[in-house]
């Protein structure tokens, strides 16, 4: 079936290191995919989104580009600062789906200053 | 079982129009969603709300309005409707707080403004 594969947490970085959070998929069709990030104590945000292959998805200082030949979806950040402490999630949906959007568990993400 | 539920499957509404779309969860969750979907631009998120009366603009909230007065019903309005707003409407929810991270969505209704 279809599924998201994050990488397990927490990731514990130091300030100004640079981020990859992995995510592969399985999919069948064409799927949109997602980045959101939930900060402590807040709901769910969209980060950024890629709705077709080698689309890439920007916000805030974080990248992802939609890897169709790798079926991946891997978030990057070039110098992580406290403030991006949270859990993200990969996640994806498909266009002929039943409307539900496929998850990843989720990373948490920790960073020291 | 999970349950989200959308007032209306399809509707057909003129141009100029008010519209209200209901919400309806039962899993207690927190967060409610309301995106759209498009051929070709998949999932579009148009407003969440992480409590009640809370509110927070997705990626497309023009045109549109939400209202949560109760944890359970988050309803989307189109103030005055256009052709452009001619689109699928999904609701969706989440609780982080149970630890599962699938985000529930209603069947979707399907909107037809003329």
């Known amino acids: 079936g279809d599924s998201v594969t994050q990488m397990e947490g927490p990731v514990t970085l130091s300030e100004e290191a640079f981020l990859t959070i992995n995510c592969t998929y399985t999919a069948t069709g064409y799927p949109s995919l997602f980045w959101y990030v939930q900060y402590p104590g807040e709901g769910l945000q969209l980060l950024l989104k890629?709705?077709?292959a080698d689309d890439k998805g920007s916000n805030k200082g974080f990248e992802a580009t939609y890897r169709k030949e790798t079926t991946s979806f891997h978030l990057e950040k070039g110098s992580v600062q406290v403030s991006d402490s949270a859990v993200y999630f990969c996640?994806?949906?498909?266009?002929?789906?039943?409307?539900?959007?496929?998850w990843g568990a989720g990373t948490k993400l920790i960073i020291k200053p | 079982d999970v349950k989200v539920t959308q007032s209306s499957r399809y509707l057909v509404k003129r141009t100029g129009e008010k519209v209200f779309l209901e919400c309806v969860q039962d899993?207690?969750?927190?967060?409610m969603f309301w995106y759209r979907q498009d051929p070709g631009l998949g999932l579009r998120l148009i407003y969440f709300?992480?409590?009640?009366?809370?509110?927070e603009k997705g990626d497309i909230p023009e045109g549109y309005s939400v209202s949560r007065e109760k944890k359970e019903r988050f309803s989307l309005i189109l103030e005055s409707a256009s052709t452009n707003q001619t689109s699928m409407y999904l609701c969706?929810?989440?609780?982080?707080?149970?630890?599962?991270?699938?985000?529930?969505f209603g069947a979707g209704t399907r909107l037809s403004v003329l």
């Open positions: 890629a709705t077709k």
């Open positions: 969706a929810s989440i609780s982080f707080t149970t630890g599962k991270n699938i985000q529930y």
């Open positions: 709300s992480y409590d009640v009366k809370m509110k």
């Open positions: 899993m207690d969750h927190e967060n």
């Open positions: 996640a994806l949906i498909l266009m002929d789906s039943n409307y539900q959007l496929i």
